[in-house]
């Protein structure tokens, strides 16, 4: 069925070719839970409409033609020039797609997150509303020990006793709601009094980011290096978009999340065979993770 033009008075409306359907499949909202009280949802998506049989990824494509020329149509040839852009880094077709989250997460959580510059925000006010009595306390067998090889990290568990301890410590900071909430009838400002409140209490926002720089935060906060606890809102949206934008997905699977950089130092010593041209322990034990990856045998 060929597109149909309708005119009137100099306004051109082209109907589409074939049946556009809800990528989001007539959902106002496509939830997961994140830790105890969080979750990610999404709530919209743009384009929120995709022809019949292909999925949001027909928007990256329609604008890289703008570029690269109409071409082929056909769904493998999309899967083609997506996965072309995407190992070429020709990044600004999939700033044509955008997706627009409703999230709760500990304030610890959202400071590390905001730090992402390029979405867009609107949060809960706590000058304007009283905070909602909502605390993040993670699992007797999720605290953490102090990593020793990374000063920003955690590795393993610390002993019972120390666990216990450690929630006993949680709870008494979550005390302090009951004196916020105290404070907030005597009168003191809500904007003044929400400083006692511990960074575990939770807010909200919306967050909207276009589809490259959405790929930038998942590929830093998906990473084994990011915390566990924005690691798993990180994971969560992952889920939530990949039905919606799957072959750029799979494309972000193969040439960002699963792929490795090499430095020019680790190419010439691949190379050459010969050891790692510095004295820089951290870069040689990266130099050595590498390696393992590829199944190299120990350097000399
Ligand atoms: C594991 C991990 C550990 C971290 N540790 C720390 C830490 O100890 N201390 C700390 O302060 N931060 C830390 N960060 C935060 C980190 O430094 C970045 O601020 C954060 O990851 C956001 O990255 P970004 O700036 O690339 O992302 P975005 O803000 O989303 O920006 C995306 C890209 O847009 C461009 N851009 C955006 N805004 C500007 C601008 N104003 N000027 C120029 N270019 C711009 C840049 O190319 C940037 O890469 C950590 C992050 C991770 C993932």
């Known amino acids: 069925m060929s597109a149909e033009s309708v005119s009137v008075e100099g306004v051109i409306r082209t109907l589409p070719e074939t049946p556009m359907v809800d990528v989001m499949a007539g959902a106002s909202r496509i939830e997961q839970r994140v830790l105890d009280h969080g979750f990610v949802a999404l709530v919209d998506c743009m384009p929120r409409m995709a022809p019949e049989g292909k999925t949001a990824d027909y928007s990256i494509v329609q604008a890289a033609r703008v570029s690269y020329g109409e071409g082929t149509k056909q769904v493998s040839e999309d899967r083609g020039l997506v996965r072309y852009l995407l190992r070429h880094r020709h990044t600004t077709p999939f700033e044509m797609v955008e997706f627009k989250f409703h999230v709760a997460m500990p304030i610890f959580v959202a400071r590390q997150w905001i730090r992402h510059r390029t979405a867009n ?4 006010s706590a000058r304007y509303s009283i905070v909602p009595d909502r605390f993040y306390r993670p699992t007797p067998e999720s605290i953490r020990a ?3 090889s990374n000063r920003q990290g955690g590795d393993g568990c610390v002993d019972a006793g120390t666990a ?4 006993a410590l949680l709870e008494r ?4 709601y009951k004196d916020y909430m105290q404070f907030t009838e005597k009168g003191v400002a809500r904007e003044l009094a929400r400083t006692a409140l511990p960074v575990s209490v939770y807010t909200e926002w919306y967050w909207k980011c276009d589809l490259h720089n959405l790929f930038h935060f998942l590929a830093l906060r998906m990473d084994p290096h990011a915390q566990h606890e924005i690691r798993v ?4 949206m992952y889920q939530l978009v990949k039905p919606i934008v799957p072959i750029s997905c799979e494309a972000f699977e193969d040439y960002r999340l699963g792929s490795m950089q090499l430095t020019r130092l680790e190419v010439e010593a691949i190379r050459t065979g010969a050891a790692l041209a510095t004295t820089n322990k951290r870069e040689i ?3 050595e993770e590498k390696r393992e990856r590829l199944g190299l045998a120990k350097p000399r």
């Open 173 to 176: 900071a979550e005390g302090l």
């Open 146 to 148: 102090q990593s020793q």
């Open 121 to 124: 925000v609107n949060e809960y």
């Open 233 to 236: 809102y990180a994971d969560a």
């Open 285 to 287: 034990a990266e130099y």
């Open 164 to 167: 216990e301890e450690f929630l």
